[in-house]
């Protein structure tokens, strides 16, 4: 049973996850460790701590369970095709000895190459998109169980974090509900559900009864358009809504939007390979006023969950989602008093959580105790404009890996300017950041950009833990103007550069910011810029001297 948020202890941070991340690195194995590695376009980057094993033919990785489980999550990755043509290969696993289910691994739905927004063409050059994630339930296993993966076949297979779990039977259908099999479902997948599922929900709402997902795999080939209606499945394990176009969506905002929509406990499993951003192929999209979003896993759509404004009053809870083309989630376009609370964000393509105001301000929005790992592309949190909107308590890890970083604050994207007092408090930040080689400059943990227009709204960031960024800490990137922006009580450890670098003009306060184990000692200034840093006391670890390089030396 997943706590309430107001039950988590007060010093932390991130999701409550009710599975246990292993790394195989810290695994027994006869394979190869690779990592760890910072470098851009290479396999170890995309990884979990930036490390991973590398299995050729016949050899195998042991993880010993910590608690008891009954499924397992495997990140993987396989080497492509010259062609990027898809191929599958088998992955064994044994349980104490014994074969208890065979994976099957692809190269579908990694392997990008290029510029943005990227091909599947293996001679563009610069890959990225590494990794991708296969899951299945299996026996009932103790505390200590031995779980070995196998490679049989495959010349080569790159494993990077596992995740056992276990696993709650499939929910009982509520009393009263509408069931989509009455209405011709089929849950073997075979055939397409979505008549079916539209009639049940007619029916739903005629009865004002909730729709009920029972146990199964179900063909949703496109969208199915939500108002007024509760779905509910038998666990994000157990009912599966899967297609080319699967998604739910409600009404857009110019049809008058959707509300009091509820959807819970179900899988949404989409098949998009490549990036297109004309194209609605995300997990979840519309409008949703007044309405809860809680339990849905959401894999290989473009985007988990994109919501179109102007919209109010929706909750985002204890979603899991992995392996996207673009963001995990976009409050876009005049979204307000709307939360992203506990989700799990893993190896997505494009902002992990964003609030993108364009063109009406995103107002009053948080996001809380979620945490984002391993952003290939752009950020782990970022807030485009608007006002007064929050970031407490999240939890990024590896995050702008080959551009971006972890929390980000900008006017950028022809966003409304940031207004009234954005807070970011209570956050934690690890090995986020990176060498942005459009601009052959650092991007920062923490970075802050006037790129449209100056930013002057009110930035409050306050207990802030930095830790193990690759090149820069904190960073001031460009445009005409940053200032209002106010840090206390930031601790960072570990930086590979700076811990405060600044590249336009404008000013901050510092206050008990601390560093260590930073590479440069001084502040990190673009010349020809002017960027006052007001001491408010209780600062250590970095000099207040000046280090004007011209950035041509950065390596990672």
Same mark, same amino acid.
């Given at each position: 049973m997943i706590l309430d948020y107001k039950e988590w202890p007060e010093q932390a941070v991130g999701a409550m996850l009710p599975f246990f991340e292993h790394q195989a690195q810290d695994a027994t194995t006869n394979g190869t460790v690779i990592g760890p590695c910072?470098?851009?376009?290479?396999?170890?980057?995309?990884?979990?701590?930036?490390?991973?094993?590398?299995?050729?033919?016949?050899?195998?990785?042991?993880?010993?369970?910590?608690?008891?489980?009954?499924?397992?999550?495997?990140?993987?990755?396989?080497?492509?095709?010259?062609?990027?043509?898809?191929?599958?290969?088998?992955?064994?696993?044994?349980?104490?000895?014994?074969?208890?289910?065979?994976?099957?691994?692809?190269?579908?739905?990694?392997?990008?190459?290029?510029?943005?927004?990227?091909?599947? =063409?293996?001679?563009?050059?610069?890959?990225?998109?590494?990794?991708?994630?296969?899951?299945?339930?299996?026996?009932?296993? =103790?505390?200590?169980? =031995?779980?070995?993966?196998?490679?049989?076949?495959?010349?080569?297979?790159?494993?990077?974090?596992?995740?056992?779990?276990?696993?709650?039977?499939?929910?009982?259908?509520?009393?009263?509900?509408?069931?989509?099999?009455?209405?011709?479902?089929?849950p073997t997948g075979r055939a397409s559900a979505k008549q079916a599922f539209d009639a049940a929900i007619e029916a739903a709402r005629a009865a004002d009864a909730t729709v009920w997902i029972p146990p199964g795999t179900y063909r949703i080939d496109e969208h199915l358009v939500v108002d007024e209606v509760t779905i509910r499945g038998a666990g994000m394990w157990h009912t599966i809504l899967s297609g080319d176009s699967v998604g739910v969506y409600g009404r857009w905002a110019r049809q008058g939007g959707s509300h009091n929509v509820h959807l819970a406990d179900f899988q949404i499993e989409g098949r998009v390979w490549i990036r297109e951003d004309d194209v609605q192929v995300n997990g979840?999209?519309?409008?949703?006023?007044?309405?809860?979003?809680?339990?849905?896993?959401?894999?290989?759509? =473009?985007?988990?969950?994109?919501?179109?404004?102007?919209?109010?009053?929706?909750?985002?809870?204890?979603?899991?989602?992995?392996?996207?083309?673009?963001?995990?989630?976009?409050?876009?376009?005049?979204?307000?008093?709307?939360?992203?609370?506990?989700?799990?964000?893993?190896?997505?393509?494009?902002?992990?959580?964003?609030?993108?105001?364009?063109?009406?301000?995103?107002?009053?929005?948080?996001?809380?105790?979620?945490?984002?790992?391993?952003?290939?592309?752009?950020?782990?949190?970022?807030?485009?404009?608007?006002?007064?909107?929050?970031?407490?308590?999240?939890?990024?890890?590896?995050?702008?890996?080959?551009?971006?970083?972890?929390?980000?604050?900008?006017?950028?994207?022809?966003?409304?300017?940031?207004?009234g007092t954005t807070t970011i408090a209570d956050n934690e930040i690890v090995r986020s950041g990176n060498l942005d080689r459009n601009w052959n400059c650092p991007v920062g943990a923490l970075w802050f950009d006037a790129r449209d227009q100056p930013l002057d709204g009110v930035i409050v960031v306050k207990r802030l833990e930095i830790r193990d960024s690759p090149l820069t800490a904190v960073a001031f990137v460009s445009g005409a103007r940053v200032e209002n922006v106010e840090l206390e009580d930031v601790e960072i450890d570990g930086a590979g550069a700076y811990a405060v670098q600044t590249q336009v003009d404008g000013a901050a306060t510092f206050r008990r910011v601390s560093a260590r184990r930073v590479g440069r000692k001084g502040i990190g200034t673009r010349a020809g810029t002017s960027f006052e840093i007001c001491d408010g006391g209780g600062n250590v670890g970095w000099a207040r001297t000046l280090d004007s390089g011209n950035g041509t030396e950065w390596t990672l």
């Open positions: 910072y470098r851009q376009n290479e396999l170890a980057t995309e990884a979990c701590e930036r490390m991973a094993v590398t299995l050729e033919r016949g050899q195998f990785i042991d993880f010993e369970l910590t608690a008891p489980a009954n499924s397992i999550v495997v990140r993987y990755n396989i080497p492509d095709t010259h062609d990027s043509s898809v191929y599958v290969v088998p992955l064994t696993v044994l349980v104490n000895g014994v074969t208890a289910a065979t994976l099957s691994l692809t190269n579908a739905y990694t392997w990008r190459y290029g510029a943005y927004p990227f091909t599947k =063409k293996p001679l563009d050059g610069r890959p990225q998109h590494f990794f991708d994630e296969v899951h299945a339930l299996l026996p009932a296993m =103790k505390r200590g169980t =031995k779980v070995r993966l196998v490679v049989e076949t495959a010349d080569a297979v790159t494993i990077d974090v596992i995740d056992f779990e276990n696993v709650a039977p499939p929910l009982a259908q509520p009393l009263g509900s509408v069931s989509v099999i009455e209405h011709g479902a089929d979840i999209g519309g409008a949703l006023s007044d309405s809860t979003i809680e339990r849905v896993w959401i894999e290989h759509t =473009k985007v988990g969950a994109w919501l179109d404004g102007p919209f109010d009053r929706l909750e985002l809870r204890d979603l899991r989602i992995r392996c996207q083309m673009a963001d995990g989630i976009n409050f876009h376009d005049g979204v307000t008093n709307s939360t992203v609370t506990g989700c799990h964000i893993r190896g997505v393509g494009d902002d992990g959580l964003a609030m993108w105001s364009a063109p009406n301000e995103d107002v009053g929005n948080t996001f809380s105790y979620n945490t984002i790992d391993l952003v290939f592309l752009a950020n782990g949190i970022a807030i485009y404009g608007g006002r007064d909107n929050s970031v407490i308590a999240n939890l990024v890890r590896d995050a702008g890996i080959n551009e971006g970083g972890g929390i980000h604050v900008g006017n950028r994207f022809g966003a409304t300017a940031v207004a």
